[in-house]
């Protein structure tokens, strides 16, 4: 059975061609338009419609919801905690050691996978669309679009920042402002391949930092991100002298924890449809929380 987006012609918006509109106000492509049109899949008031055709003012558009002919990820049955879901998006906590998508010679067991077995369940054949990617060891909230339209209208907040992330890290030592900015620039590592590095050469990275908590040589940040670069938290607090305990990569392992100590805690995005903010959380994962829980218990008794 068909499926179809309805859109309804503002004052602001009457006078634009049906082509325009659905360009510029729903965002669909040239080329999603194409096949949308042999397939009659654009309707004005009902009837079929030339993309030149000019909209008056409370016109109904109605445009055929196109549907992936695979979902790319071979499905797989897995456990995935789903935070938050609605009818464009979920938001997912990926546990720590876990890959968010297929790379390299690992091809399953992937968040990826298993989403792909969830959606199959629901009726829905989709490609997997990963809005941002979170490394192996970080655990938390991981943004997946349903749709290709969906994707789009995501990653435009993304890069205009009202898809917001919120991360919680523990680091060593103590961080001198308690809050600030750590604006340095990310390439690749001049030798290793698998590392990036903080150099002059590479692109701009930005990340806000405040102080939660502070132990004995250590201490509990908030971070938010303004740009993604890859490893960007992790290369920053070493660059600063704080590195991530547990980070094996850029810092040094530790008892406290077995990886990195670095958690996308929350994400904040407007609703698609309501155009609402909504905001996700995750809980700690038990591994961080410990690791919270014996520092304290080492500064309560020394």
């Known amino acids: 059975m068909k499926s179809f987006h309805t859109y309804k012609v503002t004052t602001e918006h009457a006078g634009l061609t049906v082509e325009t509109y659905l360009k510029q106000i729903a965002q669909i492509s040239g080329r999603k338009l ?59 906590n990926k546990p720590p050691y876990q ?22 369940q629901l009726g829905i054949v989709s490609t997997v669309r990963p809005i941002h990617r979170l490394d192996r060891d970080t655990s938390g909230c991981v943004m997946f679009a349903k749709d290709a339209r969906s994707q789009f209208l995501l990653e435009q907040q993304l890069k205009s920042k009202t898809l917001r992330r919120v991360y919680w890290a523990l680091v060593k030592g103590t961080i001198a402002p308690a809050a600030g900015t750590i604006d340095a620039p990310i390439g690749p590592h001049p030798t290793l391949p698998n590392r990036r590095a903080v150099n002059e050469q590479g692109e701009r990275a930005v990340t806000h930092y405040r102080t939660i908590r502070t132990f004995p040589n250590a201490t509990l940040l908030e971070l938010e991100l303004e740009t993604g670069r890859t490893h960007q938290i992790r290369l920053h607090l070493t660059y600063l002298g704080c590195p991530i305990i547990g980070d094996g990569m850029y810092g040094v392992r530790s008892p406290l924890i077995s990886r990195q100590a670095l958690h996308a805690a929350s994400l904040s995005f407007t609703h698609l449809a309501a155009k609402r903010k909504i905001t996700v959380n995750a809980p700690l994962p038990a591994d961080f929380a410990q690791a919270l829980d014996r520092l304290a218990s080492a500064s309560e008794n020394p």
């Not at 905690?81 to 998006?89: A, F, K, S, T």
């Not at 890959?99 to 199959?120: F, I, M, S």
């Open 99 to 120: 890959l968010v998508h297929p790379a390299g010679k690992t091809a399953g067991g992937t968040l990826a996978n298993y989403l792909a077995y969830h959606l199959r």
């Open 34 to 92: 194409q096949k949308l049109t042999r397939l009659k899949g654009i309707l004005l008031n009902n009837k079929p419609v030339y993309l030149q055709k000019k909209l008056k003012v409370g016109d109904m558009l109605r445009v055929m919801v196109l549907t992936d002919a695979g979902s790319g990820i071979s499905p797989e049955q897995g456990a995935i905690e789903i935070l938050y879901e609605d009818d464009n998006l979920l938001v997912v």
